[in-house]
């Protein structure tokens, strides 16, 4: 049982390219969510879905697109990336509302030069 | 809306030290509270969890008890391990028919040496 993969799992991007990061989910789950992790910032949310289809904004998502064509999988693009887009991403999928637990994959780490 | 605030790190301990990692919560009504652990190069994972006020979530020697009088879920182990160096994440999930955005803490990191 893979749980959360998210590939690639380290990326260095020069200011302006683009890139996507997979995020995939074999445990049938409806919502699945984008966080970034940077020093003292704890993991704030970029985006997220509660099923296939249907995407929305988290806290901070500017610069950031999503889809959602597959239940299975949560793509997330950066279309011109930015020095400040240097950080670990986590993908993390749910069964239901967020009071069920969370299952995280194990991080992207991108930076940006 | 809903806030954590948690004990800020780093903690340091040697091992077999007693740990507790404070946690404190503003929430509408008495939700379920969570404690994640984020081990080195992974991601965050379900440490434990209660569902109802008075209730003790424990895993692997780790304990929280929902304490609605104080809005707390403190994290305590007995006994600290080396592989327990970790960071700790106290969580909340949001108010009913709200969004879908869980409210974490910053994180305490915890480094156990030998």
């Known amino acids: 049982n893979a749980g959360v993969t998210q590939t690639p799992k380290f990326r260095v991007l020069k200011t302006g390219q683009s890139m996507t990061l997979l995020c995939a989910q074999d445990?049938?789950?409806?919502?699945m969510y984008w966080y970034r992790q940077d020093p003292g910032m704890g993991l704030r949310l970029i985006h997220y879905?509660?099923?296939?289809?249907?995407?929305a904004k988290g806290e901070v998502p500017d610069g950031y697109n999503v889809s959602r064509l597959k239940k299975q999988n949560f793509l997330l693009g950066l279309e011109s990336a930015a020095p400040s887009q240097t950080s670990v991403y986590f993908c993390a999928s749910s069964y239901g509302v967020p009071k069920m637990p969370l299952h995280f994959g194990n991080g992207t780490r991108l930076t940006v030069t | 809306g809903n806030s954590v605030t948690q004990m800020e790190g780093p903690v340091t301990l040697s091992e077999e030290a007693f740990l507790t990692i404070n946690c404190t919560y503003t929430?509408?009504?008495?939700?379920?509270l969570f404690w994640y652990v984020q081990y080195p190069g992974e991601g965050l994972q379900l440490l434990l969890k209660a569902t109802k006020a008075d209730d003790k979530g424990s895993n692997k020697g780790f304990e929280a008890t929902y304490r609605k009088e104080t809005t707390s879920f403190h994290l305590e182990k007995g006994s600290v391990q080396v592989s327990d160096s970790a960071v700790y994440f106290c969580a909340l999930p949001p108010p009913r028919g709200s969004n879908y955005k869980l409210t974490f803490g910053k994180g305490t990191l915890l480094t156990v040496n030998p």
């Open positions: 879905s509660v099923g296939e289809g249907t995407t």
């Open positions: 929430a509408t009504g008495y939700p379920s």
């Open positions: 445990m049938n789950h409806e919502y």
